[in-house]
């Protein structure tokens, strides 16, 4: 199974994390003012948000990580077959127990945000085996931890962008508070206009900001085709 991009195709058989909108929304609208960027991706699945944020910084480094070892095999081969491959590096690791020596300009993630018990609600009503579902649930990584360790990482010029449920960001906002980071931008995102908002991109950093941005982004016209929000910001990955 082969998806895709302008500049680069993405294999997502094996890994827990494919291409999907949430992700490719995040590679699309993460932002940094930093020229020399170091970037890592955590819970990089089949790496389509490495893979893009490669495309879109084209002198930055990236490492990315994740816990389930088939996703970080495939994010590697994804990796390797890329024009980017030389900037680009797989490790089939834990956050929590990740030391590399390194800082990071730019931290991203999609990160695991079902509560163990909710698994199996919405979509999710399929047999799953024990394994996917701790690597696909906060099983392994909660938002406190992951924000924990994010600030560790994060260089104090630094971003970290995610995208959770909009019903969460409270939640994650109040975490973040407690380990001094602080909400510089977000975008809300809904399916079509007048849906509610299912979810938030967040923009977090060590530094205060006084004007928090704040847009709504819509994914689909009423009629099912694409919105023109979204065709703009994913206009220089999706082939036409």
Known sequence: MIFSFKQFDVKHNESLLKVNTDAVLLGALVQS???????LDIGTGCGVIALMLAQKFVTAQIDALD????????????????????????????LQNYNHNTLYNIIVSNPPFFEVPDFSKGKNRQDISETRKKYATQYNLN????????VRLLTNEGVFWVIIPFLSKAEFLSICLNYNLHL???ILIR????????????CIAKEEKRNILQRILTIYNLDGSRHSEYVEVTKEFYRE
């Open 191 to 202: 399916s079509k206009i007048g849906n509610p908002f299912h979810r938030s991109v967040l």
């Open 143 to 150: 938002f406190q931890e992951l924000i924990a360790n994010a």
């Open 33 to 39: 003012d930093t020229s020399q960027q170091k970037i």
């Open 184 to 186: 510089q931008q977000e």
């Open 67 to 94: 816990i389930d070892s088939l996703s970080a095999l495939e994010a590697a081969y994804n990796f390797t077959h890329s024009p980017f491959a030389s900037r680009l590096q797989a490790y089939p690791i834990a």
